[in-house]
């Protein structure tokens, strides 16, 4: 019963031995052939046992199994299973072409988004240090920007501030002057109500200008940690980090 074993075990030697014994090359050759009739499990076999002999190939031979192999495991199992190929294909020839007129035109795109990508360095900019939190900005009148040489920026928020203020001022006092009014007079009535609102619509302005300089100083200073990397490769432009 060990015979047939033994028969086939010497069979799948011999063939073995004469499949080494074939040039590289030449099963490259015949890996294209099988794979142009369609032939992609044979085509695959024989790219696989190229590639795995690694640095022992010349090169132009381990660059085309490579790449047919990509193209194979491309079409057979989609882009991720063929990205190890092309990777490593991009490292050793960064300027390989593959040939429209023997890949696909969707594996070609694939293989020149790769490069693209392998090409496109992220540089991380030194960022400077963060200062002392900007506590000026709390005090009224723009004294933060004053302080920071910034005259315009700090006087129009004095203005801002102080018109709101004396508005604010001006209608609460003939809120006061108005308070002692017939209550059976609509008129007279309205008139309050108005200048009411009015007074509170100025006092909310004003509170909201002394609050809003701040918040803004504190929002950029919080964001001077942020960390950018900006790439740049050939058509594109990659940034990353967090904001």
Known sequence: MFAPLLVAAVACTARAEEVAAVPPAS???????????????????????????GSELPADVRQGALAYLGDVLYSEEGPQASRPMFDALLEEAPDY???????????????????????VPVIERPLPERGAPPYWSLAP????????????TGLAVTLTQAG???????????????????????????????HRLGTNIAAGAFYLSLLLPPAIEFSRWSAQSTRVGVGVGPGSVLVSGQF
């Open 27 to 53: 099963r490259l050759e015949e890996a294209i052939r099988l794979y142009a009739q369609g032939d992609t499990a044979g085509s695959r076999a024989l790219l696989q046992a190229l590639v795995a002999l």
């Open 141 to 152: 009148g723009g004294l933060h920007w004053y302080a920071q040489g910034k005259i315009g």
């Open 97 to 119: 072409v593959m040939d429209p007129f023997e890949h696909p035109e969707e594996v070609c795109r694939y293989f020149e988004a790769l490069r693209a990508e392998a090409r």
């Open 164 to 194: 709101l203020l004396g508005t604010n001022i001006a209608l609460y006092q003939t809120l006061l002057a108005r308070g002692k009014i017939p209550r059976d007079d609509p008129d007279a009535l309205a008139d309050y109500e108005a």
